[in-house]
């Protein structure tokens, strides 16, 4: 997740709540049990109509990235459009190979584990490497089972500020093999064994970074790269953000393509099931602190979108004004006027810092402002909440996991899950 999508402070409603008619929350959506998730299949389809387009056009693959989104009920949606999966592991490469049984599968993990990887041979089709030295102690075996073997590259090239979190070119990043270590580990053997290289370096960004990172990767890799079959592209491509240059994107794989005669892949997540899905939850209870006004509600930022807290950004929610803005790029304006919330009710509206229920201080989703005042039992809906929402949320505190919904393209809801006391209880013992 990152800041480009939350910057804003105008829009309460459009894209992020493109599926609602008539600007109001969905009649249905008033009686779903809060919190729920609800992803809504109208958006995949068009988010995935539009990534299948540019392969089209472009002759490039594209996987979905499961780490974002690996809501696998819809799997079949995004099996129309896309080309396979990507994983981070063991795990996802299974759920890919099992949801998606006739696309490809690639994987991509930080190291592997020796135990783990006679069962990544027989559910993956690519394997990347993070290292020379993992490369060299699992590529020859993965070579003998006939995959398809990467390296993931480092091309040293940050493209982007302020939370080195998600920059995997920060400096003494783990993440990838840089030019210098190229230089001093990798021998012609290990060199031999490779079909093609990746890179990923992007978070929410456009395809001018990609333009950037891509000069980086033809100075310090292009030698290399003549000799491949293939050069992934990772993800963070916010592809199917109303405003991203596809051209651009078009022209980078283009140059790729005609520069070294590869394949070209992208494994995007976000801009999968970007804008596909909501959370809704309700009030519990309103108190003040001095001037800050407070909105407790049934769901909680470090439980439900923990990105709100890791990253840290500020979620789109209906009906109202971001006020503050968590996100690193507009650090300027949080903080100081965060303590006269009260006072600023006349001019700017009600303000109310929305939090979770739980026992964390910090566990706060953001400032908002209303334009009228909320009540207990007030039903809220935050905007693009399909992505690194569901697959990373837990129970502390004993919190509930919120139920998945999945909203059709007809409006109709259907219930997916139905968690309980068991999916806490059950990770904690025997
Ligand atoms: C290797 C790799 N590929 C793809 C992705 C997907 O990125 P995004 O969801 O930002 O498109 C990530 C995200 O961290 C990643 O680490």
């Known amino acids: 997740m990152g800041t480009a999508k939350n910057i804003s402070n105008e829009s309460d409603q459009r894209p992020p709540f493109a599926a609602f008619t008539n600007h109001q929350i969905p009649e249905k959506f008033q009686t779903l049990p809060t919190p729920c998730y609800v992803i809504d299949e109208g958006q995949l389809h068009q988010n995935g109509q539009l990534l299948a387009d540019i392969a089209q056009r472009c002759g490039c693959k594209i996987l979905l990235a499961q780490k974002a989104f690996s809501n ?16 981070s592991g063991l795990f996802e490469a ?3 190979k099992e949801m998606m049984p006739d696309k490809e599968v690639h994987v991509f993990c930080g190291a592997y584990r020796e135990d783990e990887f006679e069962e990544l041979l027989k559910t993956a089709d690519h394997i990347v490497f993070n290292s020379p030295r993992q490369l060299e102690k699992f590529g020859f075996r993965a070579k003998a089972s006939g995959k398809s073997i990467g390296l993931r590259i480092n091309p040293e090239c940050s493209t982007q500020e302020g939370h080195d979190i998600y920059d995997p070119c920060a400096q003494g990043s783990r993440l990838g093999t840089t030019r210098a270590v190229w230089d001093n580990e990798m021998t012609p053997e290990l060199i031999a064994l490779l079909d093609g290289l990746h890179f990923h370096t992007l978070c929410e960004q456009d395809s001018d970074a990609l333009e950037t990172t891509l000069n980086a990767v033809e100075e310090k890799f292009g030698f290399f790269l003549s000799r491949m079959k293939w050069l992934n592209m990772g993800g ?20 790729a393509q005609d520069t070294w005669n590869l394949q ?27 001037d800050t006004r407070i909105a407790i509600l049934d769901s909680s930022a470090t439980c439900h979108m923990p990105d709100v807290i890791e990253m840290p950004y500020t979620p789109p929610l209906f009906g109202a004004k971001i006020w503050i803005n968590k996100a690193p790029t507009d650090a300027v304006s949080s903080g100081t006027e965060a303590g006269n919330m009260i006072k600023k009710s006349n001019s700017e509206g009600l303000i109310y810092r929305l939090a979770g229920p739980t026992c964390l201080a ?67 013992g025997s």
């Not at 963070?236 to 140059?255: F, N, S």
């Not at 804008?275 to 003040?288: Q, S």
Request: a negative charge; charged letters at 25%.
């Open 236 to 255: 963070g491509h916010h592809i199917t953000r109303l405003d991203y240059d596809i051209k651009r994107l078009e022209k980078c794989i283009k140059r």
């Open 72 to 87: 696998y009920d819809f799997y079949p949606i995004l099996n129309e459009y896309l080309a396979g999966t990507e994983a």
């Open 94 to 96: 299974k759920l890919g």
């Open 264 to 290: 070209v892949y992208l494994e995007p997540g976000e801009a999968c099931a970007l804008n596909a899905g909501f959370l809704v939850t309700r009030v519990l209870d309103i108190l003040t602190n001095g």
């Open 362 to 428: 910090g566990d706060v989703i953001g400032e908002y402002s209303f334009s009228h005042e909320l009540r207990e039992g007030d039903l809220l809906v935050f905007g693009d909440m399909a992505i690194y929402t569901t697959c990373k949320n837990n129970t502390f505190n004993g919190m509930p996991l919120p139920n998945i919904w999945k909203r059709s393209k007809d409006g109709s809801l259907v219930q997916l899950t139905h968690f309980g006391y068991g999916d806490f209880k059950m990770r904690l």
